[in-house]
């Protein structure tokens, strides 16, 4: 008896969640969609369109950004009675999409992970600042991520996934025409494609290179002040950064308001450095500021000297051990001892930021031990080939020899027979 009371009252309300269900069922399909599907660029959204978007797939609406009520036909759907907004103008699609976005408790439901502070950060931005001017021109949003097929930044679809980027804030920064009033450099994107770190990003698909927003930021996009640029770089280049920030350029820059790093390398067209920034080239980077036989240019004449030494001796090292190798002789322990020589000169050319002679002098200096001792390696086994050829020459010929006599004493006897 007391069983059936207990069936029926789990049993009952579930019955009724049934069939409340069925007309839910029944219309399961946004209106919106019905509609919107059908009409022309740019009031189309199609069904398709909308089920890549990470709102429609986290079980959002059309309603959840818009208002209005989706399971309502005709243009019912989009009354103010049904709470329908309206377009949704430019300037207040910051706040529309903050809305859900600056939630913490809100995302946490669905992504603990998230971030929630891109509005917060957004209106710190240059975007963000002239966007409350009024400006209309600066990036919101939708300009970055796109709309009613967006997808999360980790989709390599997505256009701020790392790869697209630079594509994406190009649309703006490229265009001069477009830019025009804001009397800003246009050439962000021409130059970051030529640089290293553009060839590093996209040829080798090394995602820790740096594209536009690892410099700027993505929600706080500003350019870096001239304060924070080494700062920027010494993310990644840890080694140049610790040995600048103890040499006195530091100083000296930060006192005439000279960007660091900057100075000598370049913003967005970063190239691979070499041995010729140092000379007094085309290239040479230190003559902007120092003057022929000063003393920090007898310092970067040494420096320079020091690198080509190194240089030159792994070369040297490098075409003995080959012509060694070539005739037949074991030098294999000696090659592979070569490549402590290039570390060093690698090692060299980041102590170059120390802008002094003696850290350069120490790293060249354990680098020619090395090349000294492998270019005897190969002094050796060439010395040792020529001896083994010696050996063989004199084996050779007297064999000639022996041949030759034996010849003479063949000849002999038969002269003696006949
Ligand atoms: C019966 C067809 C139909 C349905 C249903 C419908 N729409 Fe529309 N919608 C239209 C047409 C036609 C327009 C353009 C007419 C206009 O400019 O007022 C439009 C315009 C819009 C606009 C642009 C408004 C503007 O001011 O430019 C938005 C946004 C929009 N619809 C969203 C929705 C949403 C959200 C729903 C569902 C809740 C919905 N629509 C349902 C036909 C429909
Ligand atoms: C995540 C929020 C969001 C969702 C979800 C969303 N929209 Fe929008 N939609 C926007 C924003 C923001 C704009 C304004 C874009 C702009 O002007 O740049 C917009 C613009 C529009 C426009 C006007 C286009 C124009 O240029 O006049 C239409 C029509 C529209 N949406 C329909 C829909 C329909 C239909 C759905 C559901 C299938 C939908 N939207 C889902 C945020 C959303
Ligand atoms: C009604 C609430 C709501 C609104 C309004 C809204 N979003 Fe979302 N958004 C979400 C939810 C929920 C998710 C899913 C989070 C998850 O599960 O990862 C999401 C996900 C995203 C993601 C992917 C995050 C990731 O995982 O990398 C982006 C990007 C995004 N939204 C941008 C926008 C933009 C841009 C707007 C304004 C046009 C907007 N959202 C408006 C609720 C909202
Ligand atoms: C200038 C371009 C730009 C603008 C404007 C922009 N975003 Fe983003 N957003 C990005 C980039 C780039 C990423 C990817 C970051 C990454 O790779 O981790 C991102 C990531 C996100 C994410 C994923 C979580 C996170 O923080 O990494 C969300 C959510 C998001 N944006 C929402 C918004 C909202 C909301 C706005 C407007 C208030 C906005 N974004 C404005 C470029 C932009
Ligand atoms: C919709 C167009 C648009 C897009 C897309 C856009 N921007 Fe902008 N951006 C602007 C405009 C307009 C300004 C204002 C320029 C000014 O007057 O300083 C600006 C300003 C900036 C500034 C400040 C420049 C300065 O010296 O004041 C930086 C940095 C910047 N954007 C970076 C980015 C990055 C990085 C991206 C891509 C993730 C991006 N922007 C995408 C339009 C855009
Ligand atoms: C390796 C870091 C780095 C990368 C990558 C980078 N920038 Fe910059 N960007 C800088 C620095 C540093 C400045 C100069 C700041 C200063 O002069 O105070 C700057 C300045 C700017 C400015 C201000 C105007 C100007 O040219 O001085 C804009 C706009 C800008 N960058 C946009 C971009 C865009 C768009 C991309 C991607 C195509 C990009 N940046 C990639 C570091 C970077
Ligand atoms: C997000 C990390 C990151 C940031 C930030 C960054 N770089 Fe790089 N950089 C790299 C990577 C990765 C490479 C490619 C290394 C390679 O060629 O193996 C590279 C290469 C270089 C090279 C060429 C090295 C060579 O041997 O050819 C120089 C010079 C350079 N970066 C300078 C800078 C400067 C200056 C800044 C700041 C304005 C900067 N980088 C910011 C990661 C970064
Ligand atoms: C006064 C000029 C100057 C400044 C300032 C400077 N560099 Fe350099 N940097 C050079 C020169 C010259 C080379 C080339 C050395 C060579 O190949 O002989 C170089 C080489 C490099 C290289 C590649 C070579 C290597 O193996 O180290 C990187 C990466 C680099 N610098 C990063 C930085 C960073 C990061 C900063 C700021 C903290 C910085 N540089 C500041 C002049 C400078
Ligand atoms: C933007 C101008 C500028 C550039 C470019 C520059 N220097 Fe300097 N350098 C200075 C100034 C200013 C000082 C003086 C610092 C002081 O008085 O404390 C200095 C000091 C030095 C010193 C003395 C350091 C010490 O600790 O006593 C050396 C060595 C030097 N620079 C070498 C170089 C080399 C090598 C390069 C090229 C890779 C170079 N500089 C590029 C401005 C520059």
């Known amino acids: 008896m007391w069983r059936n009371k207990t069936i029926w009252r789990y049993a009952w309300p579930g019955l009724l969640l049934c069939l409340a269900a069925v007309p839910a069922l029944a219309q399961s399909t946004s209106t919106c969609l019905d509609c919107h599907a059908t009409l022309d660029p740019p009031l189309q959204v199609t069904e398709q369109q909308f089920a890549a978007d990470i709102h429609a797939q986290k079980g959002l609406t059309c309603?959840?950004?818009?208002?209005?009520?989706?399971?309502?036909?005709?243009?019912?759907?989009?009354?103010?009675?049904?709470?329908?907004?309206?377009?949704?103008?430019?300037k207040q699609i910051p706040e529309l999409c903050g809305k859900c976005h600056s939630d913490g408790a809100y995302m946490r439901q669905y992504n603990p992970s998230l971030r929630t502070d891109q509005l917060a950060q957004y209106k710190t931005s240059v975007h963000g600042k002239l966007l409350a001017k009024g400006d209309l021109k600066v990036a919101v949003c939708t300009d970055c991520h796109g709309l009613h097929g967006l997808r999360p930044a980790s989709d390599t679809r997505s256009q701020v996934h790392p790869l697209n980027?630079?594509?994406?804030?190009?649309?703006?920064?490229?265009?001069?025409?477009y830019m025009k009033d804001h009397h800003i450099p246009t050439d962000q994107f021409a130059k970051y494609t030529t640089s290293v770190h553009f060839d590093a990003l996209t040829v080798r698909?090394?995602?820790?290179?740096?594209?536009?927003?690892?410099c700027h930021g993505n929600h706080g996009a500003a350019p870096p002040g001239v304060d924070?640029?080494?700062n920027v770089c010494s993310n990644c280049h840890v080694f140049q950064s610790q040995l600048y920030e103890k040499s006195s350029h530091k100083a000296a820059f930060q006192r005439s308001a000279l960007p660091g790093c900057m100075v000598c390398h370049g913003k967005h067209d970063i190239s691979h450095p070499t041995d010729a920034n140092l000379g007094a080239g085309p290239k040479a980077v230190c003559m902007q500021c120092h003057k022929p036989g000063d003393v920090c240019d007898q310092a970067r004449v040494k420096i320079l000297g020091n690198l080509t030494?190194?240089?030159?001796?792994?070369?040297?090292?490098?075409?003995?051990?080959?012509?060694?190798?070539?005739?037949?002789?074991?030098?294999?322990?000696?090659?592979?001892?070569q490549d402590q020589a290039r570390d060093a000169l690698t090692k060299a050319r980041v102590s170059i930021h120390r802008f002094r002679v003696d850290p350069v002098n120490q790293d060249v200096q354990a680098g020619m031990k090395i090349v000294a001792k492998n270019l005897q390696a190969?002094?050796?086994?060439?010395?040792e080939r020529d001896y083994r050829r010696m050996g063989l020459g004199v084996a050779l010929l007297s064999i000639f020899m022996v041949l030759v006599g034996l010849r003479l004493y063949i000849g002999k006897m038969e002269q003696k027979a006949r």
């Open 63 to 90: 309603a959840s950004c818009h208002g209005g009520d989706p399971k309502l036909a005709d243009m019912d759907a989009m009354s103010k009675k049904a709470g329908f907004r309206g377009k949704i103008e430019k």
């Open 205 to 214: 698909g090394d995602l820790s290179a740096p594209t536009c927003t690892t």
């Open 165 to 177: 980027v630079a594509k994406t804030c190009s649309r703006c920064h490229a265009d001069a025409a």
């Open 309 to 337: 030494q190194l240089d030159d001796g792994i070369r040297g090292a490098d075409q003995l051990l080959a012509a060694a190798e070539a005739s037949g002789m074991e030098v294999s322990e000696a090659r592979l001892e």
């Open 378 to 383: 190969g002094k050796d086994a060439l010395r």
């Open 228 to 230: 924070s640029v080494q």
